[in-house]
T-cell receptor
Framework: NAGVMQNPRHLVRRRGQEARLRCSPMKGHSHVYWYRQLPEEGLKFMVYLQKENIIDESGMPKERFSAEFPKEGPSILRIQQVVRGDSAAYFC????????????FGEGSRLTVL | SQQGEEDPQALSIQEGENATMNCSYKTSINNLQWYRQNSGRGLVHLILIRSNEREKHSGRLRVTLDTSKKSSSLLITASRAADTASYFCATVGGYQKVTFGIGTKLQVIP
């Protein structure tokens, strides 16, 4: 039973380019969370989605960032026109619907903006 | 914000000693969870305590929850070098939004 899969694990972009991070949740999980982590810091909540619906995007910057979780396929976190401050590790986690919120994490995608 | 705040932020102990980490939060919760993160890896769920529970055990882990003080503690007994990691508390509120604290970095010296 595969866990949460994130790709790419490492991504390098130049300022102004777009970054797309993908997350495939565990089988049977319908909810996906995205978090951002800077070195030596905690996880900052970004967005919480279920299939075809954004439940809470209160942690997402208003500009340049978007997330989706389509009916088919992985969840995508998209960062347009990246800046150096976007460099971080982005973690995805999934959970089952209606349960206690125990999360299963992927290994993260590390974005470096040159 | 429900974000938890752990203390201490860093803790260094000898193998065999007990390690205690604390977490405080600000708003009402459905449950509180503790996670572990090894350097460069994703988080791993350790233990969950519901808002109507006061104490829970799992192996060498003991978690307490005091909802009146909005605080929780994680105790790791008889620590091992392999316990070296960062530990995070996470609060679960309405709509299952899960919010993490800043973490405690634990170093266990062999």
């Amino acid at each position: 039973n595969a866990g949460v899969m994130q790709n790419p694990r490492h991504l390098v972009r130049r300022r102004g380019q777009e970054a797309r991070l993908r997350c495939s949740p565990m089988k049977g999980h319908s909810h996906v969370y995205w978090y951002r982590q800077l070195p030596e810091e905690g996880l900052k909540f970004m967005v919480y989605l279920q299939k075809e619906n954004i439940i809470d995007e209160s942690g997402m910057p208003k500009e340049r960032f978007s997330a989706e979780f389509p009916k088919e396929g992985p969840s995508i976190l998209r960062i347009q026109q990246v800046v150096r401050g976007d460099s971080a590790a982005y973690f995805c986690a999934s959970s089952r619907q209606g349960e206690t919120g125990e999360l299963f994490f992927g290994e993260g995608s590390r974005l470096t903006v040159l | 914000s429900q974000q938890g705040e752990e203390d201490p932020q860093a803790l260094s102990i000898q193998e065999g000693e007990n390690a205690t980490m604390n977490c405080s939060y600000k708003t009402s919760i459905n449950n509180l969870q503790w996670y572990r993160q090894n350097s460069g890896r994703g988080l791993v769920h350790l233990i969950l305590i519901r808002s109507n529970e006061r104490e829970k055990h799992s192996g060498r882990l003991r978690v307490t929850l005091d909802t009146s003080k909005k605080s929780s503690s994680l105790l790791i007994t008889a620590s091992r070098a392999a316990d070296t990691a960062s530990y995070f508390c996470a609060t679960v509120g309405g709509y299952q939004k899960v919010t993490f604290g800043i973490g405690t970095k634990l170093q266990v010296i062999p």
